[in-house]
């Protein structure tokens, strides 16, 4: 049973990147993914998740309108599609797999079944 993410880089301001979050030995349709990001000296932080069908999306107020997040269950991957990346997008991504709805996201009551083991981005020029 695993998940990981994969697609970190480093890319300029105003670039764009697309994370991915991918599940082996369990099926991920039963489960919001929600994605994480821990900058450096800074606490782990939400940053957007997706309900099990994909048709709710909820996402951090700091990347709203620049982050999109969607899901293709037959491929058992989530995606994060990160644009107009600022270097305050900096930082380790985690993404994480939770039996608890995305209602429950940013509160103590979303609690993980899996996590991932992080990808870095690093925004600079």
């Known amino acids: 049973v695993q998940l990981q993410a994969s697609g970190g880089g480093l890319v300029q301001p105003g670039g764009s990147l697309r994370l991915s979050c991918a599940a082996s030995g369990f099926t991920l349709e039963t489960y919001t993914i929600g994605w994480f990001r821990q900058a450096p000296g800074k606490e782990r932080g939400g940053v957007s998740c997706i309900s099990t069908s994909g048709g709710s999306a909820y996402f951090a107020d700091s990347v709203k309108g620049r982050f999109t997040i969607s899901r293709d269950n037959a491929k058992n991957t989530v995606y994060l599609q990160m644009n107009s990346l600022k270097p305050e997008d900096t930082g380790v991504y985690y993404c994480?797999?939770?039996?608890?709805?995305?209602?429950?996201?940013?509160?103590?009551?979303?609690?993980?079944?899996?996590w991932g083991q992080g990808t870095l981005v690093t925004v600079s020029s």
């Open positions: 994480a797999a939770a039996t608890a709805g995305c209602a429950l996201w940013g509160t103590t009551w979303y609690r993980p079944n899996y």
